[in-house]
């Protein structure tokens, strides 16, 4: 039975969020086209019709995640960002969290054309807090984009380091708590509203 146009642009959405979310669980290396395949409900043969390589997939899976991230967080202001991303749920939730934190160690070693993915998500988040915080604050556009390429480089760095500890760790708690003190702490009055987790 042949496959319609729609459906068939239906089957590669769905291949994309199955890979979008596996990657980030498991990395670039750690996912197989046959596994991926299998678990998105498809044969590994049909992979080729969709796409002309992993490479491919991934840059589109990255995309895809790093839209997705940018859209779910756009009504937050920036500390309520960075009590939502430097948090328990969102380390324990890799499959589901944010495509930056899970995965720029595993893009660093790959091709200019992820990288380059990768730096246009970086990019459109900066933009996004910037414009948050220069509203707010009434900084100049330079101050903004400063300090926010160091929150969102000190909210990234908390939650791998969080990661990269056993689950049950104390330490993975410790990192996440002390740096999402500090980065709101950072933040002027009129930016942080004294909005802190206590845990």
Do not use: W
């Not at 729609?6 to 959405?13: D, F, L, T, V, W």
């Not at 080729?48 to 009504?75: G, I, P, R, V």
């Not at 960002?81 to 324990?92: A, G, I, K, M």
């Not at 990288?115 to 009434?138: I, M, P, R």
Request: proline share 2%; charged share 25%.
């Amino acid at each position: 039975m042949k496959v319609t146009k729609a459906q068939s642009i239906a089957n590669r959405a769905h291949i994309v969020e199955t890979a979008s979310e596996l990657f980030r669980e498991r990395g670039y290396d750690g996912v197989g086209v046959a596994e991926l395949m299998a678990t998105a409900g498809f044969t590994h043969g049909g992979f080729y019709k969709h796409f002309a390589s992993k490479s491919d997939l991934m840059a589109e899976a990255a995309q895809n995640s790093l839209a997705k991230s940018l859209s779910s967080t756009c009504d937050l202001d920036v500390a309520d960002f960075v009590n939502l991303y430097v948090s328990r749920d969102h380390r324990d939730g890799r499959g589901m969290g944010c495509t930056m934190a899970a995965l720029c160690g595993d893009a660093a070693r790959q091709s200019d054309d992820l990288k380059a993915t990768f730096a246009n998500g970086v990019e459109n988040t900066l933009s996004a807090l910037e414009e948050k915080y220069q509203t707010c604050l009434g900084v100049t556009k330079q101050e903004a984009r400063a300090k926010m390429i160091d929150l969102l480089a000190h909210a990234i760095g908390a939650v791998m380091l969080s990661r990269a500890c056993p689950d049950d760790s104390p330490l993975a708690d410790e990192i996440l708590d002390t740096c999402r003190t500090e980065i709101v702490t950072s933040l002027p009055s009129s930016a942080a509203k004294n909005k802190q987790l206590s845990g």
